[in-house]
């Protein structure tokens, strides 16, 4: 039986609980088109080389360049479905903490930087691709250098949203709980394999560089394996409320 405790002390609107789904779904759609814009529209996987010269740099951006501009342009638009799907792990960290708590206000603020991020070093080396190889290879490569050391580099917002899930994860007390105990693991491994990341700034070679296993190829992997599992934990909380809902309902 379903305890009547925080978890469901409060009714939602049936399509309240059709946008979260949505929005659940949205993280996995985003990260699917991202992948597919960025990696194989753009060519940027495997990524460029920190030990390129700006001549090479220049080179790559200008050979390939209407299909890194648009492969950015389709990237920076599918960033933007991480906005609804932030908003629903919010709306459940909320529903498991009962309240506008410390847990659910800390993921509302690393959230809120994640999808601003993202874009914003978009648009750097979007800005180092659009006039490849019509300007000095310096201020290219100035631009690129900036991209890939802010879109690895700056993971303490993920770390954070992670931490702030794992610990909900073992402290939900509701029956059944928004977030199961194994996804406090997973966010726990995520966290752990993400931090290298910010070491990119003081490599130039190595598996810590930008390009390196430790910082790119084993963080990326796990941010898309948390963003699978966090869809499929959202989705399940959701049609758990969306039972307990119906049978309130059909409680006379």
């Known amino acids: 039986m379903c305890s009547a405790g925080p ?12 946008l979260q789904r949505v929005g659940a779904w949205c993280g996995t759609a985003m990260i699917v088109l991202y992948s ?37 342009a389709g990237a920076l ?21 009962g309240q506008w708590g410390m847990l659910t206000l800390t993921q509302v603020l690393a959230a809120a930087i994640f999808t601003p991020a993202m874009m914003f070093s978009l648009m750097a080396l979007a800005a180092a691709a659009f006039r490849a190889g019509q300007r000095d290879p310096q201020i290219t490569q100035a631009f690129s250098d900036f991209f890939w050391l802010w879109f690895i580099g700056i993971v303490g917002t993920i770390v954070m949203q992670n931490l702030t899930l794992a610990i909900a994860s073992f402290t939900d007390k ?12 997973l966010n726990l491994w995520v966290a752990m394999l993400s931090l290298p990341g910010c070491v990119v700034i003081a490599m130039n070679t190595g598996p810590l560089a930008w390009d390196g296993v430790f910082s ?7 941010l898309i394996v948390w963003m699978i599992g966090t869809t499929v934990v959202l989705l399940k909380s959701i049609k758990a409320e969306e039972a307990a ?3 309130l309902a059909a409680t006379p």
């Open 216 to 222: 790119y190829y084993l963080p990326g992997l796990a």
């Open 7 to 18: 978890w469901f002390a409060s009714s939602l609107p049936a399509v309240e609980l059709k």
């Open 36 to 72: 597919v814009c960025f990696s194989g529209i753009a060519k940027l996987f495997p990524p460029m080389s920190p030990t390129d010269t700006a001549a090479q740099t220049d080179a790559f951006l200008s050979t390939e360049n209407l299909w890194v501009r648009f492969g950015l």
């Open 245 to 247: 809902e119906s049978q």
């Open 77 to 97: 638009l599918a960033a933007a479905l991480a906005i609804p799907f932030h908003a629903v792990i919010i709306l459940r960290l909320r529903r498991s903490e």
């Open 174 to 185: 509701g029956n059944p709980p928004t977030f199961p105990r194994w996804y406090g693991f």
